[in-house]
């Protein structure tokens, strides 16, 4: 998963790319520590999807930028519109099928 450190690089990604995955979390969230490892697992199977990480902490713009309200957040953009998002709780299963759903609509 790529580490970004600036709104710039984020939003030059999403624009750029395909199909990003922007995972968003804090240093002191445990279950931000937890989910991550898993998402990366999901994302071996998705080669397509480009893997984005950055800390809210780091960032303190992406808050107002992608309105967040809580971390961790997983939002998919597929050609630089937001397409899913999943914050604090995302299961794992329900994130993996989402994300097969929308590369088969995108590869149709």
Same mark, same amino acid.
């Not at 969230?29 to 080669?47: D, N, R, T």
């Not at 309200?69 to 993996?96: N, Q, S, W």
């Given at each position: 998963? +790529?580490? =970004?450190?600036?709104?710039?690089?984020?939003?030059? &990604?999403? =624009?750029?790319? &395909? %199909?990003?995955?922007?995972?968003?979390?804090?240093? +002191? $969230?445990?279950? $931000?520590?937890?989910l991550l490892? =898993?998402?990366?697992?999901?994302?071996?199977?998705?080669?397509?999807?480009?893997?984005?990480h950055a800390?809210? *902490?780091?960032?303190?713009?992406?808050?107002?930028?992608?309105?967040?309200?809580?971390?961790?957040?997983?939002?998919?953009?597929?050609?630089?519109?937001?397409? %899913?998002?999943?914050?604090?709780?995302?299961?794992?299963?329900?994130?993996?099928?989402?994300?097969?759903?929308?590369?088969?609509?995108?590869? *149709?």
């Amino acid at each position: 998963m +790529n580490e =970004q450190h600036t709104l710039e690089e984020i939003k030059k &990604t999403i =624009q750029e790319e &395909t %199909m990003v995955l922007l995972y968003i979390s804090r240093p +002191n $969230c445990s279950v $931000c520590h937890a989910l991550l490892p =898993q998402v990366e697992g999901v994302l071996e199977k998705y080669p397509i999807i480009v893997a984005v990480h950055a800390d809210a *902490d780091e960032i303190p713009g992406i808050a107002g930028e992608f309105s967040i309200f809580t971390v961790p957040v997983v939002i998919v953009f597929i050609e630089g519109k937001e397409m %899913m998002r999943k914050a604090r709780f995302v299961p794992i299963d329900e994130l993996e099928g989402g994300l097969s759903r929308l590369i088969a609509m995108f590869e *149709d």
